[in-house]
């Protein structure tokens, strides 16, 4: 590229910033507030970084919100830490990967709360730093983003509270995961049309990606099966995630009025947190907005993928 299709570039760098950076800004309107203090927030890994930031945002919006993590300690840390800004919050501990956590998790919600309004599925792992693009803990990668969602969304949709305006579930994924992205796409062509058509998708034709992708691992052969190139084993779990958004979207979707359990997903950004080894090129806070917009809206669509604010393809 020449210098002044480099300034351009820049410039429209910039200019789209700007926009994200005003699109942030908007308020929430008093008459689009549909919650109250006790609509029931659930986020989960929230211990820290886009977790941790969501449950605040939410906490400072006056849900309820319930803090967990795997372990105790940074769980502990971050309530103190909301609770020396004024906000308080419930806590319990939560291992998405943990069958037993979470069948605790759902018996304490259920006596402490009478379900829930609002899940976020956000804990989430990626071993993967800068340019590597390793394998060595993918079935750890795939256990807790994919599997870990899918646990969640299964222990919590009995326990969604009925409401006028809908209980939501927002699955915190990446572009990364998307069928055709910039930086990544899925070249297997028989794959590629599955997912690319939602009709097409079913809880089996996943899990059967995600099962075919570790006995690859295993065998060796993953790298020439038309994968993502760019962080395979987290960006195909997001793949997987994005695509059971759209499944579950569909599946609820005949639920009546008052019963109603809208899905959507969102990128957070390029965030600086640990999972990123603190670089990006946005705070957490930024990375936390639109997963907070988009559970928080009047009407929710469902099965639809967000980032700043704004709808992307899958
Ligand atoms: N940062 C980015 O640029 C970026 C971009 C796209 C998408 N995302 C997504 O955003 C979400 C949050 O990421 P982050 O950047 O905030 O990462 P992070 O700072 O590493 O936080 C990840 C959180 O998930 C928790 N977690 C991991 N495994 C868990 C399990 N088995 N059960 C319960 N919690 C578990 C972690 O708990 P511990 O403290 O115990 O490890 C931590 O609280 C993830 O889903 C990630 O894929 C991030």
Redesign the pocket.
Same mark, same amino acid.
């Given at each position: 590229m020449g210098k002044a299709g480099k300034q351009r570039a820049k410039e429209r760098r910039e200019k789209r910033l700007e926009e994200i950076t005003q699109l942030r800004k908007i308020p929430y309107s008093p008459s689009d507030r549909w919650w109250s203090s006790n609509t029931v927030a659930v986020v +989960? &890994? !929230?211990?820290?970084?886009?977790?941790?930031e969501i449950a605040r945002q939410l906490s400072i919006h006056g849900l309820r919100v319930v803090l967990? =993590?795997? =372990?105790l300690g940074?769980g502990s840390e971050a309530v103190n830490g909301l609770a020396n800004e004024g906000l308080k919050v419930d806590y319990y501990p #939560?291992? *998405?990967?943990d069958d037993s956590s979470v069948r605790s998790f759902a018996d304490w919600i259920l006596a402490a709360h009478g379900g829930i309004d609002i899940l976020v599925n956000? $804990? &989430? *792992?990626?071993f993967n730093k800068g340019s590597e693009n390793s394998v060595e803990h993918a079935a750890e990668v795939i256990e807790?983003?994919y599997y &870990?969602t899918k646990r969640m969304i299964h222990a919590m949709v009995p326990l969604m509270k009925p409401s006028f305006h809908g209980a939501r579930i927002l699955n *915190? =994924? !990446?572009? #990364?995961g998307r069928v055709d992205g910039r930086r990544n796409r899925l070249g297997e062509k028989t794959l590629r049309e599955q997912f690319l058509k939602e009709e097409s998708i079913s809880e089996e034709l996943i899990d059967q990606m995600m099962c075919n992708f570790l006995h690859q691992v295993n065998d060796g052969s993953w790298g020439s099966k038309g994968l993502p190139q760019v962080f395979t084993d987290?960006s195909l779990s997001?793949l997987a995630v994005n695509a059971y958004t759209r499944l579950m979207a569909r599946v609820l979707s005949s639920r009546p009025t008052g019963r109603k359990i809208f899905v959507n997903c969102c990128?957070?950004?390029? $965030?600086k +947190? =640990?999972? +990123?080894g603190w670089e &990006?090129n946005t705070s957490?806070e930024e990375?936390a907005d639109t997963a907070v917009w988009a559970v928080l809206l009047l009407d929710s669509p469902s099965g639809k993928f967000f980032a700043e604010r704004r709808e992307l393809t899958f």
């Open positions: +989960t &890994g !929230s211990n820290r970084g886009i977790g941790f967990t =993590s795997r =372990s940074p #939560l291992d *998405v990967t956000n $804990a &989430g *792992v990626n807790t983003n &870990g *915190v =994924s !990446s572009r #990364l987290y997001k990128c957070p950004g390029w $965030a +947190t =640990s999972m +990123t &990006g957490p990375g």
